[in-house]
């Protein structure tokens, strides 16, 4: 299919403020996007995810949308201790029962299940000025953790609609509800855990800019930041006191920071190839007052084999340091209040994922897809491991199969 430049113009403007947040275009009927997601850890978690979404222009061009997500997981969850070269048994977090991890291989609660419905609204409105605003309410909920968060933003236009300037602000709410109640942060295992619930708060902002550069490209450009106070220590995980031999000797529950101040910078460009095709690459500075910074590099090229078959492959690599208080386990017993977690997603890690989304779309509109994605994470740990920890596996190392059905229709 040939494109026109007043054609191309339009769509590099629609896809800016689809990307920034805003909606454009009319539409007479609904618009439905419809997924089911399955994400498997090897002999780790599992979930099954199904999720639709909504959305519906108005006559006055004001846009309404309503999402649903639930996310069903299962399978075994590390704990944070260290893997040994003797089996290890620990006490599940309900203090009803306990599972024993064989030697050789790192601890893990095969007991994990959880299910997680999330429900969103938004509302995206023209002003008479031209220019948008739009808000959003989210409600998330499992059995341990609840989670409300409201948005609100607007959409400025100028130079003939080829720069758009967005910004917006949110704020989130959760309530963590730790089963068996949360411990007491680097305190023995043995410790008895409080009662009550734990909560914490997150604000965020964040300004973009869109800017055609040409009939067949544009860039985007978006900072943020954002603040969180509360209950950041993840309940159920604990670290490992390693002997000089490297075996365990005793476990204590990790301790968190009870702020966390997290800063962004992301980029994407986007370029409608002479021949029908799209190439999209994108990048993402984190940074946070834990420590931790991480680079995201992303490319996509939509191949279009014809009007019907499309096909996305797709390559992104991801690396970040530590944070400040990560430690893969503990050479001696902690001060009571040391910040320290053993949790492998607050290491020195990288990850790489390698996949493509095959898409099919009908006569009547309507698009069929397929989407498969390998991911493999690895850690870049290059500090010297005691004794037996030498040879043993590390949890930062994982594995993830990621497949997902789509069905986009309207009506």
Same mark, same amino acid.
């Given at each position: 299919?040939?494109?026109?430049?007043?054609?191309?113009?339009?769509?590099?403007?629609?896809?800016?403020?689809?990307?920034?947040?805003?909606?454009?275009?009319?539409?007479?009927?609904?618009?439905?996007?419809?997924?089911?997601?399955?994400?498997?850890?090897? $002999?780790?978690?599992?979930?099954?995810?199904?999720?639709?979404?909504?959305?519906?222009?108005?006559?006055?061009?004001?846009?309404?949308?309503?999402?649903?997500?639930? /996310?069903?997981?299962?399978?075994?969850?590390?704990?944070?201790?260290?893997?040994?070269?003797?089996?290890?048994?620990?006490?599940?977090?309900?203090?009803?029962?306990?599972?024993?991890?064989?030697?050789?291989?790192?601890?893990?609660?095969?007991?994990?299940?959880?299910?997680?419905?999330?429900?969103?609204?938004?509302?995206?409105?023209?002003?008479?000025?031209?220019?948008?605003?739009?808000?959003?309410?989210?409600?998330?909920?499992?059995? /341990?953790?609840?989670?409300?968060?409201?948005?609100?933003?607007?959409?400025?236009?100028?130079?003939?609609?080829?720069?758009?300037?967005?910004?917006?602000?949110?704020?989130?709410?959760?309530?963590?509800?730790?089963?068996?109640?949360?411990?007491?942060?680097?305190?023995?295992?043995?410790?008895?855990?409080?009662?009550?619930?734990?909560?914490?708060?997150?604000?965020?902002?964040?300004?973009?800019?869109?800017?055609?550069? /040409?009939?067949?490209?544009?860039?985007?450009?978006?900072?943020?930041?954002?603040?969180?106070?509360?209950?950041?220590?993840?309940?159920?995980?604990?670290?490992?006191?390693?002997?000089?031999?490297?075996?365990?000797?005793?476990?204590?529950?990790?301790?968190?920071? $009870?702020?966390?101040?997290?800063?962004?910078?992301?980029?994407?460009?986007? @370029?409608?190839?002479?021949?029908?095709?799209?190439?999209?690459?994108?990048? @993402?500075?984190?940074?946070?007052?834990?420590?931790?910074?991480?680079?995201?590099?992303?490319?996509?090229?939509?191949?279009?084999?014809?009007?019907?078959?499309?096909?996305?492959?797709?390559?992104?690599?991801?690396?970040?340091?530590?944070?400040?208080?990560?430690?893969?386990?503990?050479?001696?017993?902690?001060?009571?209040?040391?910040?320290?977690?053993?949790?492998?997603?607050?290491?020195?890690?990288?990850?790489?994922?390698?996949?493509?989304?095959?898409?099919? @779309?009908?006569?009547?509109?309507?698009?069929?897809?397929?989407?498969?994605?390998?991911?493999?994470?690895?850690?870049?740990?290059?500090?010297?491991?005691?004794?037996?920890?030498?040879?043993?596996?590390?949890?930062?190392?994982?594995?993830?199969?990621?497949?997902?059905?789509?069905?986009?229709?309207?009506?």
């Amino acid at each position: 299919m040939q494109l026109t430049k007043s054609n191309l113009i339009s769509q590099l403007t629609i896809a800016s403020m689809t990307c920034l947040g805003a909606s454009g275009a009319v539409q007479a009927e609904w618009e439905v996007d419809s997924a089911m997601l399955i994400y498997d850890e090897q $002999d780790r978690v599992s979930a099954v995810e199904p999720a639709i979404s909504l959305k519906k222009t108005q006559e006055d061009g004001s846009v309404i949308g309503v999402k649903v997500v639930v /996310d069903a997981l299962t399978g075994a969850s590390p704990n944070g201790a260290t893997a040994s070269d003797q089996p290890q048994t620990f006490t599940r977090p309900s203090g009803k029962g306990s599972y024993t991890t064989p030697a050789g291989e790192i601890p893990l609660d095969d007991t994990f299940k959880d299910t997680r419905a999330q429900v969103s609204a938004s509302y995206d409105a023209p002003l008479a000025s031209g220019d948008r605003y739009n808000l959003g309410l989210s409600v998330s909920s499992e059995y /341990d953790f609840t989670s409300l968060s409201l948005n609100g933003g607007m959409t400025h236009y100028f130079n003939q609609k080829n720069t758009t300037l967005n910004w917006g602000v949110s704020l989130t709410q959760d309530m963590i509800r730790p089963v068996g109640g949360a411990p007491i942060g680097s305190s023995d295992i043995s410790l008895q855990r409080k009662d009550g619930d734990e909560q914490r708060t997150t604000a965020e902002a964040r300004v973009g800019i869109s800017q055609v550069l /040409d009939k067949r490209s544009l860039i985007q450009a978006s900072v943020g930041l954002a603040s969180s106070s509360g209950y950041h220590t993840d309940p159920y995980k604990f670290v490992s006191q390693l002997d000089d031999n490297g075996r365990p000797v005793a476990y204590f529950y990790e301790n968190r920071p $009870d702020n966390r101040l997290k800063t962004y910078l992301h980029t994407n460009y986007r @370029r409608h190839l002479s021949w029908g095709d799209t190439f999209d690459a994108s990048y @993402r500075l984190t940074s946070d007052d834990w420590g931790i910074t991480s680079h995201t590099v992303e490319t996509k090229y939509r191949w279009n084999w014809n009007e019907k078959f499309s096909l996305t492959p797709k390559v992104r690599y991801y690396q970040q340091t530590a944070a400040d208080f990560y430690q893969h386990h503990l050479d001696e017993s902690p001060e009571f209040g040391d910040h320290l977690s053993s949790d492998s997603r607050l290491s020195e890690l990288s990850a790489f994922t390698v996949g493509a989304k095959l898409a099919y @779309r009908t006569e009547s509109g309507s698009e069929f897809s397929l989407r498969l994605e390998q991911y493999e994470q690895s850690s870049d740990d290059k500090h010297a491991l005691p004794g037996v920890q030498e040879s043993l596996p590390q949890s930062s190392d994982l594995s993830a199969t990621i497949v997902q059905f789509g069905y986009k229709f309207t009506f």
